[in-house]
């Protein structure tokens, strides 16, 4: 049996990891836990390395920790690590998209230092929005989540 790399659980209890396919597919709204395998190992170097990674409860996703929840926003930073990202995280992400696609100066963009971005923004760049629901909801998530076979 062939085991994920990476799952999402969302608001309604429903699934998605590396074997439902790109992290690109995954819904963009309304994740609750993220869980990311052994395998994989964070950037050391970059925009994303350390400081972006960190979580509101002080933890950092490494091999040692691999679960992240309670967060607002998730990206698959350089295309192989799932973490959550901090809203400066974001807005990067951003500006390295609308260099790529419309060929932004970077100069111009770097004075860009609050964007509204909207759903289809947050699609074109990636990022997974996090949700808050009630409690008894997200305790049962979580439930799930530790204790997913997959995940062991």
Request: hydrophobic share 40%; with cysteine.
């Amino acid at each position: 049996m062939t085991l994920p790399l990476w799952k999402l659980w969302f608001a309604d209890e429903s699934t998605f990891s590396n074997l439902d396919g790109d992290w690109e597919e995954a819904p963009c709204d309304g994740v609750q836990f993220l869980m990311v395998s052994d395998e994989i190992v964070p950037p050391r170097e970059g925009p994303f390395a350390q400081k972006n990674m960190v979580s509101r409860h002080g933890a950092h996703m490494t091999p040692e920790n691999r679960t992240l929840y309670g967060e607002d926003f998730y990206a698959n930073v350089e295309g192989s690590f799932p973490c959550a990202v901090t809203p400066d995280a974001v807005l990067e992400l951003y500006r390295d998209y609308c260099m790529r696609k419309f060929g932004m100066a970077r100069e111009v963009l770097e004075k860009v230092q609050h964007v509204n971005l909207t759903l289809s923004d947050y699609v074109a760049v990636g990022v997974k929005r996090g949700r808050m629901i009630p409690t008894k909801d997200y305790n049962r998530i979580v439930q799930l989540a530790v204790h997913d076979p997959e995940f062991p």
